[in-house]
């Protein structure tokens, strides 16, 4: 459970699930209690920044004994809510899409793609990775039968917005955006933007100012 | 080219490719003059925030005129590296280097997957999406021949190291890291990780705490 009533910043989330990375490897040797300064060096990161980020998910260390590798990794993983499965849709069962039904990574961290939806006819009623594809017409229906409330959204930039739309009305309120569109939603909707192209620009820059020595 | 010597901040980058596509909007539609202001009101952003990334570009724009569009479309191409193709290999054909390979995406922004390596026999000399797969031994001697200087890591977090390493020795100077896994690489490497459990993080949390009155 969360004790600070207060939003995480957005760096420290995106740190997290590498600290239950190295948590997970540090019990699989055996390890049964860490320190920050454990996680920190794994990582390339200062102890004080994983003991600030730690923080946000309630657990305290205790000095010079350090966490309980077993517990920080439950509090962590109750932190992520990814300590139970959530049920996921999947919008567009394109390249992207497909290979996002295929990766196991998800059900680890509990994201589960209980079915996928497509324009496609030849794609509907078929099963990709075992999921079965419907019609964008069957979404709502189905997200309040299955109780599902995130989509995934792999669909190309112009036909985003109105796969957002169907995905609002059909209930959903946290989208996993990975196309390239913006998306025009209410305040109520939690959008996360996966952005292939960020990830590309920073390689591209980042090598040429190698190049140019300014890094 | 880049007129500023210090190193661009990661967000500003990480938001540049995005006032591409906007651009990219804005030409479509033939506008050919575009005002900071035009630009953040498309994304939610503030015009001064566009202005101050634009100059990292090295663009100047002309006050109460502007961008004009096609010239910032450009310069931002250029600062990127994604005006001329840059050729890629990717290690890993599984579910996710699969789909990789067929992500029309990426060769829009100038990266071009031309080979794929893979350690499963069955794998090795077929096509996939066009690009043969070949045997990690092969890679030295393939990015020589064939300048080769990126790799797309997609192989699980258990071999990813190794594979950096072979990565390392052929020669390939940037990794764009799909594995959850950290490499530990030598500073003259580039290395972009992507991490897809940080985005799922962002996405769990923020949801709940919408859910908690947090934000």
Redesign the interface.
């Known amino acids: 459970m969360?004790e600070h009533?207060?939003?995480?910043p957005?760096p420290t989330?995106?740190?997290?699930?590498?600290y239950?990375?190295?948590l997970e490897d540090f019990a699989a040797e055996q390890i049964s209690f860490v320190s920050a300064t454990d996680i920190a060096n794994?990582?390339g990161l200062k102890p004080i920044q994983v003991r600030k980020d730690m923080a946000f998910t309630g657990i305290v260390g205790k000095p010079k004994v350090g966490y309980k590798t077993d517990e920080l990794i439950e509090t962590i993983k109750s932190?992520?809510?990814?300590d139970s499965a959530?049920d996921a849709f999947l919008i567009g069962a394109g390249?992207?899409g497909?290979?996002?039904l295929?990766?196991r990574?998800?059900a680890e961290?509990?994201?589960q793609i209980v079915a996928a939806f497509d324009i496609d006819p030849k794609k509907i009623g078929t099963r990709i990775?075992g999921k079965e594809v419907f019609p964008i017409s069957k979404m709502a229906e189905l997200a309040k039968r299955m109780q599902v409330?995130?989509g995934v959204l792999t669909v190309p930039?112009e036909s985003a917005s109105q796969c957002a739309h169907a995905l609002m009305d059909a209930g959903i309120?946290?989208i996993?955006n990975f196309s390239?569109?913006?998306l025009d939603v209410p305040e109520?909707m939690?959008v996360?933007r996966?952005?292939?192209?960020?990830?590309?620009?920073?390689?591209?820059?980042?090598?040429?100012?190698?190049k140019?020595g300014?890094?």
Do not use: C
Request: hydrophobic letters at 50%; aromatic letters at 8%; a positive charge.
């Open positions: 969360r009533l207060i939003a995480a957005l989330i995106r740190r997290i699930p590498r239950l990375n190295v794994k990582l932190f992520l809510g990814w959530t390249a992207l497909t290979a996002l295929g990766y990574g998800f961290r509990g994201l990775h409330h995130i930039a309120t946290g996993w390239p569109a913006e109520s939690t996360q996966e952005d292939l192209s960020a990830g590309l620009a920073v390689l591209s820059v980042r090598m040429s100012e190698k140019q300014i890094v």
